[in-house]
Nanobody
Framework: QVQLVESGGGSAETGGSVKLSCQYSGYFSRRCMGWFRQVPGKEREVVAVIEDDGSKNYTDSVKGRFTISAENAQNIMYLQMDSLKPEDTAKYYC??????????????????????WGQGTQVTVSS
């Protein structure tokens, strides 16, 4: 059974940093894992994805500020968030797909390609 558990959320001031972790377990084959975020009343937005070969891709609003990484031997994925802005406030989710998507790039993905999710962790950025 595939399970993902996020940790590391919390509060930060504008310009601050937060690091999220996603511990995953269970045997699965995938091409793409990623981080999503959601605010009330809006769809879940893909933030960053990492391919099984280590390639990374980001949504435009976080490029240069967020870094996705993974330690495959430890079954952990991270999202380092720097230079935080109030508009980064959201509930953040880690997710994986097991369908072997064709492209692991943000522009080609939505939440519907991902079939396993963590429970989410809240990040709140104050101005």
């Amino acid at each position: 059974q595939v399970q993902l558990v996020e940790s590391g959320g919390g509060s930060a001031e504008t310009g601050g940093s937060v690091k999220l972790s996603c511990q995953y377990s269970g045997y699965f084959s995938r091409r793409c894992m990623g981080w999503f975020r959601q605010v009330p009343g809006k769809e879940r937005e893909v933030v960053a994805v990492i391919e099984d070969d280590g390639s990374k891709n980001y949504t435009d609003s976080v490029k240069g500020r967020f870094t996705i990484s993974a330690e495959n031997a430890q079954n952990i994925m991270y999202l380092q968030m720097d230079s935080l802005k109030p508009e980064d406030t959201a509930k953040y989710y880690c997710a994986t797909e097991t369908k072997r998507v064709t492209w692991c790039v943000v522009s080609e993905l939505s939440e519907y390609e991902f079939n396993y999710w963590g429970q989410g962790t809240q990040v709140t950025v104050s101005s």
